[in-house]
């Protein structure tokens, strides 16, 4: 069975740092794309980064580009989610995700993997 499990959410001030990790399991981790989404309050989840299957590109949302950093490390099976000069707006609950890339899918896992999601809370 396919899993991801977040950690590392918190309350910090505006202006701080987070870092948040997603652990994989349950099948060949370098065959999935991983990516970090948030939902706040009365909002729809919203993509914030992405990276592919062997780490060699990462994308951002513009409005956290340059703040953010996204790594994945195959020796844990984990990735993270560097969060730097963090705002008010940052709140939200944060999901990992792991999609299997198409050319290693098989019908007995599923395509698609979501985390059951981390609280970040920025106080101002």
């Known amino acids: 069975q396919v899993q991801v499990v977040e950690s590392g959410g918190g309350l910090v001030q505006s202006g701080g740092s987070l870092r948040l990790s997603c652990a994989h399991s349950g099948d060949t981790f370098s065959n999935y794309a991983m990516s970090w989404y948030r939902q706040a309050p009365g909002k729809a989840r919203e993509f914030v980064a992405g990276i592919t299957s062997n780490g060699g590109r990462t994308n951002y949302a513009d409005s956290v580009k340059g703040r953010f950093t996204i790594t994945r490390d195959y020796a844990r099976n984990t990735i993270h989610l560097q969060m730097n000069s963090l705002k008010s707006e940052d709140t939200a609950v944060y999901y990992c995700?792991?999609?299997?890339?198409?050319?290693?899918?098989?019908?007995?896992?599923?395509?698609?993997?979501w985390g059951q999601g981390t609280q970040v809370s920025v106080s101002s």
């Open positions: 995700n792991a999609k299997v890339v198409p050319a290693f899918a098989r019908p007995e896992y599923p395509a698609e993997v």
